[in-house]
């Protein structure tokens, strides 16, 4: 069941939060701006799917798709990106470690513990696709 | 010499005669020991007996005077003047709730909200009193003490804006509550009380901002409750759809 709260109380003043609500304090602008990262990230997944079917038409598509990459606005573009990555991942991993109770019997393991796990797996993630990549390279 | 003094900017409403709140200031004597409960009380002594604002235990337990400091939900019987000096400092109503008069909010919805999420003991079976207590180990009551630490001072309605732009959410402090129930090992209201929490004005309006969890004064962490129901929800959910006996 769903109240939905009253609003019309004679003499009683409801607040409204302005549009610019987020600017009021540091956690909100960093909420939004994790937030906005998505965008960022959606951005970049459509471009890797355009590069893998640019793949499929033959290396003189796929020569001349990355070439249109090497722009500066693109260059640009994935520099931005990449930083809202590590933003999101970073403040990710970290919430996670306070959500994800891990117990080893009665004890409950220090979520700072739980977080550098996950950092880790993500390092080990990240050199494994570098290792391959430079492999390929 | 003259005593130092603070000056306090603090919200005024009339009802019946304002159509919206408006700023007073008040100048104050700065004292290192006081806090901006004191300040108040000394302006209702001192300056305007008509102020209003509810406050009792003066040692943050009672949850009564939260209001909105400087722009930040705090307790004003833990709020320093020391901590603002030189000043001004603003005092605000609680964000978020509907203002009745002055820095007095309407406690009602969030009452509402509290009694909804049932944060009690529910027993399939009462046991009779002669039988003594329901017992709990250490450890069981670790799991959950922390987020039984709630005085229900509601700051961190005030610090959501989720609460802020849709009053439906059921909110952080009714939610821990109970979470706080749902880890009990005494209780058996988990079935009862998990699909309260877990209905969409429950814990998937939360897009979890944190900052319930940075104003707490008790350091209850309402956000981690927030997000564990959501994980133990997403569990079931998923255990309902892959186990033909529904995961219960």
């Known amino acids: ?137 | 010499m003259s005593e130092e003094t603070i000056t306090l900017e603090v919200t005024r409403y009339r009802p019946g005669h304002d159509r919206e709140p408006r700023a007073q200031t008040f100048s104050v004597p700065y004292r290192k020991d006081w806090v901006v409960l004191d300040a108040l009380n000394h302006i209702k002594d001192r300056t305007d007996g008509t102020l209003s604002y509810r406050w009792s235990c003066r040692m943050g337990v009672c949850g009564s005077c939260g209001m909105m400091v400087n722009g930040v939900p705090k307790l004003t019987c833990a709020a320093f003047l020391r901590d603002y000096h030189p000043g001004p400092i603003r005092v605000e109503p609680l964000a978020n709730f509907p203002v009745v008069r002055d820095l007095v909010i309407s406690l009602d919805d969030f009452m509402e909200k509290l009694r909804r999420v049932k944060p009690w003991i529910i027993r399939e079976v009462e046991k009779p009193v002669a039988e003594g207590e329901y017992l709990q180990t250490p450890a069981q009551l670790d799991l959950y003490k922390q987020f039984s630490m709630c005085i229900n001072c509601m700051l961190c309605y005030a610090a959501c804006p989720v609460y802020g732009l849709d009053p439906v959410f059921i909110g952080p402090a009714a939610i821990a509550l109970g979470y706080r129930y749902n880890l009990d090992s005494r209780d058996e209201g988990y079935r009862i009380r998990q699909p309260i929490l877990t209905e969409a004005v429950g814990v998937w309006d939360c897009t979890f901002v944190g900052e319930c969890s940075v104003v707490c004064p008790k350091g209850v962490d309402p956000a981690a409750a927030i997000q564990r129901s959501k994980v133990a929800g997403a569990k079931e959910w998923f255990m309902s759809m892959l186990l033909p006996w529904g995961g219960r």
């Open chain 1, 1 to 137: 069941m769903t109240t939905v709260p009253r609003r019309d109380r004679p003499g009683f003043y409801y607040p409204k939060p302005p549009a610019t609500w987020w600017l009021r304090r540091p956690n909100y602008v960093l909420f939004m701006l994790r937030e906005l990262s998505s965008v960022f990230i959606a951005i970049f997944l459509v471009l890797l799917l355009v590069q893998i079917h640019q793949l499929s038409q033959g290396p003189a598509a796929y020569a001349a798709f990355v070439e249109r990459l090497r722009s500066p606005g693109w260059i640009a573009f994935h520099v931005v990106a990449l930083a809202f990555a590590l933003y999101h991942s970073i403040t990710w991993f970290n919430l996670t470690a306070v959500v994800q109770v891990v117990r080893l019997g009665e004890r409950q393991v220090p979520p700072r513990l739980v977080a550098a796990a996950n950092f880790l797996l993500w390092g080990v993630v990240s050199l494994v696709i570098l290792f391959f990549f430079l492999l390929g390279g």
